[in-house]
């Protein structure tokens, strides 16, 4: 991971920020990152943490719940 070495780590809070992103006037919608609505709608959403053999899965919009943590070491 030599290519990494230097990088700055990303805050978690910045990715869950990022996840449920309703756009600039913060209305959901399909076109938003969180999407809302049909045909596009967000059911599942995940992180994938490779350092510690773990992802955070969440069932429904990342707007309205939270993620839980499983392993698969
Ligand atoms: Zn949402």
Do not use: W
Not at 46 to 72: A, D, H, W
């Amino acid at each position: 991971m030599e290519i990494l070495k230097d990088k700055r780590l990303v805050d978690e809070k910045v990715i869950y920020s990022v996840l449920r992103d309703h756009g600039r006037e913060g209305v959901p919608s399909v076109y938003t990152i969180c999407k809302h609505g049909k045909p596009a709608c967000t059911h599942r959403s995940m992180i994938f943490y490779s350092n510690r053999k773990t992802i955070k899965v969440l069932f429904g919009k990342p707007c309205q719940g939270g993620y839980k943590e499983i392993g698969f070491a």
